[in-house]
């Protein structure tokens, strides 16, 4: 059986402001897992140096109220980072 979820794309500078050990700590009390978290990036250099922004792509699996609960976290979190949600997706 397939688990329904959420797909989440936040750029910004993901790698420079430890983004992902805050999402961490923002969803701890949320019961949603994040699953096949990536990162990208254009150059390693340019993107530590904040010239270039990176990406990253994550899956959000729960029930719909926990993962609604956790996109809220996460907005708040990608506005106090300076980075921005470019994609959501709720796929069934």
Do not use: Q, W
């Amino acid at each position: 059986m397939l688990e329904a979820k959420t797909e989440i794309r936040m750029v910004g500078h993901i790698l420079e402001r430890e983004c992902i050990f805050k999402l961490s700590e923002a969803l701890k009390d949320i019961n949603v897992e994040v699953m096949h978290c990536e990162v990208s990036f254009a150059a390693l250099k340019a993107g530590i140096e904040e010239k270039m922004p990176s990406i990253m792509r994550f899956y959000l699996v729960g029930e719909k109220k926990d993962r609604d609960k956790a996109v809220e976290k996460i907005k708040a979190l990608a506005s106090e980072l300076d980075c921005r949600i470019e994609h959501k997706k709720e796929i069934v």
